[in-house]
């Protein structure tokens, strides 16, 4: 705090490297990598299966610990926190969207962006007009009582972006959102994705290899090899 300077990150990697250890071998799958991320921006990874696109965000989100270096969320070093600090960071600071949307099948569209309000206890009513009000965010109002398997890819995909958004996160990871998604619906998602992050304010980095939101991005960052081979600030 008395460095106001150190409070224009939203989130930092410094140093940033991880090394899988699978029984005698070892891949470096970051290696030594500087990030800066501005609140309310939209920062794409790119870079070919393999690249350490998954290890990172894993990383910068709180999902896997780096074997050198350290992530800085919002001023707090996230990289030494125990796991139920960890758990709290993710359910309330981090919202997550993952390529398979990972909606719960027997849940209704508005049950499952409540899924992260109930982990905060949320009151009941609140939690429903939270959930409504996210699913209108994203154009699925007239959506809310169908189940996961009763929507379509990009439907499924909306679902879960209003869920990551449901406790208010400063930080979105998107691994893959589109990977699923034919290429018109994934337009759409990446175009919702970041119409969000400058209205709500939320940070997003996405991981994708669609030439399609470079356009729209704040940053590209190209990784190749676990290291940053363009685009680094
Ligand atoms: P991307 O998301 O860009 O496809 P990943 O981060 O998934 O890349 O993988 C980067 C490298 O790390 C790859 O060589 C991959 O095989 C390796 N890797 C990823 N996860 C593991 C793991 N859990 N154990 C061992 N190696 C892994
Ligand atoms: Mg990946």
Redesign the pocket.
Known sequence: MSDMRTRTHLLEARNLSRT?T?GSSE?E??KALDLQVEPGSLVVIR??????????LNMLGGLDQPTTGKVLLDGEDVTAMNEPSLAELRRSKVGFIFQAFGLIPILTAAENVEVPLRLVNTKAAERRRRSRLLLDLVGLGDRVGHRPEELSGGEQQRVAIARALANEPRLLIA?EPTGQLDSRTGRSIVELIAALVHSEGVAAVM?THDPAPLRIADRVIE?SD?KVVSGSS
């Open positions: 899988y699978t891949v799958a970051v870079g070919r299966s393999g690249s350490g696109k998954t290890t990172l691994d991981a990784l676990g």
